[in-house]
Nanobody, 125 residues
Framework: VQLQASGGGLVQPGGSLRLSCTLS????????VAWFRQAPGMDRQFVAA????????YYSDAVKGRFTISRDNARGTVYLQMNSLRPEDTAVYYCAGSASIILSNLASRSAYAYWGQGTQVTVSS
């Protein structure tokens, strides 16, 4: 199983970026996929998740209303559309997946079975 994250970069405050997470080696639609982020000196934190089957979306309070997670099962890809970016959104963003996670564990890093490499997002003027 491999996850490939991409789409990071440098953007000015108020700008937008779209991250992509592509899965290979599994039937993609069966998995819950999440985005986490880690700023320098900080723990890795939950950002958003899209739950298997229902495709219901879940967000941290920090990004709710600004970020949107979505999936394209045919392409085996989950997206994170990030709008109204702020300097505090600067971090390395990681995607993670699980076939068996339950709702109460969505924000728990240890509940995810596999991870992609990170992609750097920098919000700065």
């Amino acid at each position: 199983v491999q996850l490939q994250a991409s789409g990071g970069g440098l953007v000015q405050p108020g700008g937008s970026l779209r991250l992509s997470c592509t899965l290979s080696g599994r039937t993609f639609s069966r998995d819950t996929v999440a985005w986490f982020r880690q700023a320098p000196g900080m723990d890795r934190q939950f950002v958003a998740a899209i739950f298997r089957g229902t495709n219901r979306e879940y967000y941290s309070d920090a990004v709710k209303g600004r970020f949107t997670i979505s999936r394209d099962n045919a392409r085996g890809t989950v997206y994170l559309q990030m709008n109204s970016l702020r300097p505090e959104d600067t971090a390395v963003y990681y995607c993670a997946g699980s076939a068996s996670i339950i709702l109460s564990n969505l924000a728990s890093r240890s509940a995810y079975a596999y991870w992609g490499q990170g992609t750097q997002v920098t919000v700065s003027s």
